[in-house]
């Protein structure tokens, strides 16, 4: 089986010793699954529309989209519907019955490197799981995933936004749940 995870930095293991940590991790659990990173530092839904061709040639089962971190940040300029609006060509593009959506992930505000608040990302979460459900989409709740742990703050690094290694544990076990389940 082969997977894409198409998103931004977290999809790129930035900070990470291991750019490939989530591919990584995937494939060390779950044998037969080729894992296919599209991750890009800084990308939003707008960046991913114009690489979305790329993820789209691999042909995958299944795609997995994770974006929403950087647009919901302020420098960004990106609302919730145009959000929503980018994730539905996206998903049209890659295919609804292989496309499954990720929240955008819980981050630590109080980090003095944030520009976000952390409202401003959970209006972005809703939007996904808006989608998911009007549309039929599988969502990962990955936000709420995070926010379920005992002190969501261990997941990530001191920016307050990129995971630790702790936290790609949880996303890749998220994502193995989700291809077990299908």
């Known amino acids: ?14 900070g990470t010793e291991n750019p490939k940590i989530l591919k990584n991790k995937i494939e060390e659990k779950r044998s037969g699954i080729d ?14 529309l114009y690489r979305i061709k790329y993820v789209k040639a ?8 994770f974006f929403g971190a950087n647009d ?16 539905l060509k996206i998903t049209n593009q890659l295919g609804e019955n292989k496309t499954i ?22 209006l972005f979460r809703q939007t996904v799981l808006e989608l998911g459900r009007t549309q039929k989409i599988p969502v990962i709740d990955i936000f709420q995933a995070m926010t379920n742990t005992p002190n969501p703050n261990v997941l990530l690094k001191p920016d307050g936004l990129h995971f630790m290694e702790v936290g790609y544990e949880l996303l890749s076990d998220k994502i193995i749940e989700f291809v077990k389940e299908t």
Not at 1 to 14: A, H, L, Q
Not at 37 to 42: F, I, P, R
Not at 105 to 115: D, G, Q, R, S, V
């Open 1 to 14: 089986m082969k997977i894409t995870i198409f998103g931004d930095s977290i999809t790129n293991g930035y």
């Open 35 to 48: 894992v296919k990173l599209y991750g890009v530092n800084g990308d939003d839904t707008y960046g991913a």
């Open 58 to 65: 691999e042909n995958a089962d299944f795609n997995f989209v």
């Open 72 to 87: 919901a940040s302020p420098y960004h300029l990106i609302r919730p519907k145009e959000f929503q609006a980018n994730l």
């Open 101 to 122: 959506l990720l929240t955008p992930p819980y981050y630590n505000e109080l980090e003095p490197t944030h520009y976000s608040k952390l409202s401003e990302v959970e």
